[in-house]
Each structure stands twice: as C-alpha cells, then as structure tokens.
C-alpha cells in the first residue's frame, strides 16, 4: 500500500500527515505535496515549522573533503587486479617458475582478501554488532591473509612450488 505525504486532503486534514493511499477520498488532484516552493510561500493553513525533518536511511558518516577517502582507487585497484588474473593463472602453468609461483600465490591471497574484507565490512556493520566485533572481524581477515600468503610463500620456497602442487593433485 503506498503511503502518501500530504499537507491538506479535500480540506479536511491539515497538517503534514501519513495517509495511506487507499484512504484518500478525494481526487489526487485536490491533494496538496510539501514542495519546496509550497514551504517558502506557505500554503493557508500548513505549518511547516519542524514538520519535515531530514531523516537518513544508512548509517553514513559525513567526512570532510579534506579528510575523504575515494574508493574509486580501490575499486579500479581490485578491477585490475581481477582483470590480471586472467593471464596470471594461465602463464602460472604455461612458464612455471618460481617467479609465477609467488606472482599466482600474491594475486590469489589478495584478490580473496579484498573480497572477503568487503563482505566482512558490508555484512558485520557497527550499528548491528556494536563496535568491537566488526573491528575484531576485519582483523580476523587480515591476519587470515597473512598467513596465507606467508603460508603460500614458504610452500613455493620449501617445497615443490603451487603449480606444481596442483599439477600433481590434477594426476591423482
């Protein structure tokens, strides 16, 4: 059912009001919306003094231009990254070495942390979990991804390297 917010209906109602928009009884025509323009010359009979007050629908902190973060750059960073990955793991099996090796464990760990981090941030937010447990969270991945990737990197160094792991599990 749509709600409707109107300053006068038919004359009857005065003041700003939430009708439902099954229980007008008149034509929408007679019906009178708070505009702007209607709120800097008054309409008869319509205080709009406090009756509209701004009111926002997500938890979003208002920064400063000088102190505002772009995620623009993040978000083209992951794109190319993504993007890369197209001819990382590819070449990773065509020329193995242990340059690819490190090159395929670096982009891997970091592509999944970027995502699991944005999951983790959208998801487990501070106006729903409190303060503490979104930070231990976001902590959580990044010392996931640490060791990870240094878990990765001592693979490649000490043993027979991620490619060829996965060659050999392909043989199994």
């Known amino acids: 059912m749509a709600a409707v917010l109107v300053s006068r209906v038919c004359g009857r109602v005065s003041g700003v009001q939430l009708l439902a928009a099954s229980s007008l009884k008149c034509?929408?025509?007679?019906?009178?919306?708070?505009?702007?323009?209607?709120?800097?010359?008054?309409?008869?009979?319509?205080d709009h003094k406090g009756a509209i007050k701004p009111f926002h629908?997500?938890?979003?902190?208002?920064?400063?231009?000088?102190?505002?973060h772009s995620h623009t750059k993040i978000w083209t960073g992951?794109?190319?990254?993504?993007t890369c990955l197209f001819g990382i793991v590819p070449a990773s099996f065509v020329f193995p070495s242990p340059v690819m090796d490190c090159a395929l464990a670096f982009s891997l760990t970091t592509h999944v942390h970027w995502g699991m981090e944005s999951i983790f941030v959208d998801y487990i937010r501070p106006n729903?979990?409190?303060?503490?447990?979104?930070?231990i969270a976001?902590?959580?991945?990044?010392g996931l991804s640490m060791l990870t990737l240094?878990?990765?990197?001592?693979?490649?160094?000490?043993?027979?390297?991620?490619?060829q792991a996965i060659k050999m599990f392909w043989k199994l």
């Not at 929408?28 to 709120?39: A, D, E, H, K, M």
């Not at 976001?138 to 990044?142: D, G, I, K, R």
């Not at 240094?150 to 490619?163: I, T």
Request: charged share 10%; no cysteine.
């Open 57 to 68: 629908i997500s938890a979003v902190k208002e920064t400063s231009n000088a102190h505002a």
């Open 138 to 142: 976001v902590a959580s991945v990044y």
């Open 27 to 46: 034509p929408v025509s007679q019906v009178i919306l708070p505009t702007v323009s209607n709120l800097e010359t008054g309409v008869k009979g319509y």
């Open 150 to 163: 240094g878990g990765l990197f001592y693979f490649n160094y000490s043993d027979v390297g991620l490619v």
């Open 78 to 82: 992951e794109r190319v990254l993504a």
């Open 128 to 135: 729903l979990f409190g303060s503490t447990i979104p930070k």
